[in-house]
């Protein structure tokens, strides 16, 4: 957990280069993995280590997706206590979930294969935002807010379609369902990972080679376009990018809707500066880390097993209270 | 009369309003300048309890502001600040009448009403006085807020800049308007002005604050002097005497 | 300051609403008439039985929830100075929800008054946490303040949600979280009249809470206490808001886009417009829910649900319309 990093690695922020802090940060990441895949391991090593293996790189996807997307998604709307998941990706996820066991039952949902089923929902989500960006932006300059909050505005109007449809569904079917709207890294495809790298790393391209863009768009929209920056196509790509990286990560294991808050605020207390280019590894590392360490405690020293994550939404969720009443929010 | 006895005011380290004492007597208008930052809005604000003070104590009329009732208080004084954003969705006549608020709550009564007409009339608001807030001019609404305030008809009637946007005419009209309260009605008005010729020929008396401390006070013939202003600005000024009153020349 | 074409004009509005209600009596599974109610003995006894144990207490409910949510969303809409926020995005609805659970959870015995209390403490705790966010922060732009409501509310369901699937509690979230009131039988919906005693409170406290959303300066200045108008409407928020979860589930969008229609007709001075807000509030529920009932005969579309969908097309229109012009 990234607690147990607080005082080390924040003197390390602010003693020491960023370099030593992602040195740290990717040791500690590091070990965290190897005890995972290792500890408390009996029996054939092989299947053991596959087993695991998913499961690491599944969280490793979703780490690097969810904290850049986030660390992005507030750089743009300059707000540190904002997600994109709020832009309606979770509750159409939810409801795509909900209408696919609705429609056809659970038991031939689990026979479609998932690589469709993936394809179906991560187009959903990218067509989705896509349509929403395009027309709230044809009509000439929108504010950002705006446009979260039209999205927010869909999303309860998807909430309410999926409360409907779960209402007057078999209570049988209603716990297929209901296992499906939680984060969970158990029922991760291996096929699902290979094609999710891919497209994080197709993404990733694209915003490595934009990174001091971003430190212009974080001094706000006048002053980036003071400097020049087109800043309605900047901040278009940069909401599409995103959508890309949440709606991979939400279609592989499910809607994570506070680790991105988490490790973005985090993030930004260990690093004294703006730079993306050091906020954005620092928030990878962090977001793995949290996941695999996590996720070790949780399922090795404490012994859960179902729904882990439904804690670390839980967990993430209290901690952004607590950033929110500590220091006032931008 | 108005006390205020040793009143601090501080954020952190920095103290904004120093150690200040100063007795403003009953009657007349009273202007408060100085420059930017000088802690005028933070006084004002500390003697209508809109801003707890750090230290020292505050009388209105031998009342503690910090501990009489204030709906008491509301009705022997009244304050605008500097700056008001209202967004809610109000006529200029629901906002005058709110005025009355603290005589009648909100049940108005025929006197109340005179009030308001009378008020509106006097601000020159009777075109727009069914307008909603939102529909005005930066002028007009500073009218509006000035107007409810005066409504309140209170003895002590505060105003933090309150030529805000208004125009030659309506500045002029405001101020002979101050005046009027003051002489016909007996009230006390105290004013943070920035125009220190408005304030040289409407004051009573001129309150000049520097660096949170009041650094002049007296009859305006005492504190529109070159030295004095050069003092509380840092800015040469000639002083020329038109039609009996003093103004200040700084243009050049 | 009430002119008599106003009085006019809300009297036609009441008389629309009584319409709807009247409807509201006939329409259903059960086969109520006129003739069905005048006819011989048996059946004009049974469709009495159904007027009276279901129909009526369910135009009721709709009336009372309806008004009483659309005034619980003026009165935050006031506190809060902003026009975008509503006891769901103000963490009060989600709150509630977890005061529900928690007191089955707890006390599953506790009756549905006690039941009812809870939650609106837990409402109670919710609104004012968000109320103190919303101080703390500096640059308040108006679109941010409902973003953080939301946020907190997600947070606050991430909690319940947590909490419920491990005691497989989820179906009873989501039946308080999707407003509906097929349920609603006689004996099982009289919570709501708390809430029509509250609004007629809000009514008596109108100059008030006009005075707090000109902002603390102003209301200071005037001689009221902030703080206590404040409480005030906490309270009267909170327990509206948890009556109705108690009784029938939330109903989005209503706290939300009834003042804001009501606001742009009639201006902000609750004196006037409250009554406008209750009557359009009951109006908008008791269509929305006759609506529902008839278009997938002889199921219902819940209200929770019919309101989200007709919500969103009104709340949309509104946010781009508004900011359309505001800037
Ligand atoms: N909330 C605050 N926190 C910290 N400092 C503050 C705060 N409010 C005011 N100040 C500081 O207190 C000082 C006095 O402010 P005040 O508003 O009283 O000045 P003023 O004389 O009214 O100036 P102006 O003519 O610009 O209105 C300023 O230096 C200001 O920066
Ligand atoms: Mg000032």
Known sequence: MPRDLRSPGGAAGRAASPVLLLATLSVLTVASVVLFLTVNARGNWGFILGFRGTKVAAMALVGYAVAVSTVLFQTITNNRILTPSIMGFDVLYRLIQTVLVFQLGSAAVAGIDPRLRFGVEVGAMVAFSWLLYRWLFSGGVRGLHLLMLVGIVFGVLFRSLSGFLQRIIDPNEFLVVQDRMFASFNRVDAHLLAVSAVVILAVSVVIWRRMKVFDVLALGREAAINLGVDHRRAVTLVLVLVSVLVSVSTALVGPVTFLGLLVANFAYTLVRTHEHRVILPVAVLLGILTLTGGQLILERVMGFNSALGIVIEFLGGIAFLFILVRRSAR | ?252 | MMGSAMTGRLALASAGVGLLAVVSLFVGVGDVTLASLSGDAGDSGQAAQILLISRIPRTLALILAGAAMAVAGLILQMLARNKFVEPSTAGTAESAVLGMLAVTLLAPDTPVIGRMLTASLFALGGTALFLAILRRMPLRSPLVVPLVGIMLGAVITAGTEFVAYRYDLMQSVRNWETGDFSGVLRGRYELLWISAALTGVAYVAADRFTVAGLGEDFTTNLGLNHRRVVSLGLVIVSLVTAAVIATCGMIPFLGLIVPNVISLMWGDNMRRSLPWVALLGAGLVLACDIVGRLVIHPYEIPIGTMMGMVGSGIFLYLLLRKNGHAS
Do not use: W
């Open chain 2, 1 to 252: 009369m108005i006390e205020v006895r040793n009143t601090s005011k501080s954020y952190g380290r920095t103290i904004v309003v120093d150690d200040v004492s100063i007795t403003l007597p009953a009657g007349g208008v009273i202007s408060l300048i100085g420059p930017n930052g000088a802690g005028k809005s933070t006084l004002l604000s500390i003697i209508s309890r809109l801003l707890p003070m750090t230290a020292g104590t505050v009388t209105v009329d031998g009342m503690d502001v910090t501990t009489t009732p204030g709906d008491v208080l509301a009705r022997r004084l009244s304050i605008l600040r500097q700056d008001n954003q209202i967004l809610a969705r109000l006529t200029v006549r629901d906002l005058i009448a709110f005025g009355r608020y603290p005589h009648s709550k909100g049940r108005l009564t025929v006197e109340d009403r005179g009030h308001i007409e009378r008020v509106i009339d006097y601000l020159d608001l009777g075109a727009v006085a069914h307008r909603f807030l939102d529909e005005l001019s930066g002028g007009q609404r500073q009218r509006a807020f000035i107007a409810m305030v005066l409504c309140q008809d209170t003895e002590y009637i505060l105003l933090d800049e309150p030529l805000n946007n208004l125009d030659v005419k309506h500045a002029v009209a405001m101020m002979a308007l101050f005046r009027r309260t003051a002489d016909a009605f007996g009230k006390t008005v105290i004013l943070v002005l920035h125009d220190i010729n408005f304030a040289s020929c409407y004051s009573d008396r001129i309150v000049a604050m520097r660096d949170g401390r009041i650094a002049y006070e007296g009859p305006p013939e005492a504190i529109i002097t070159t030295d004095v202003i050069r003092d509380v600005y840092g800015v040469e000024a000639a002083i020329h005497e038109i039609d009996g009153q003093r103004i200040a020349l700084y243009f050049r």
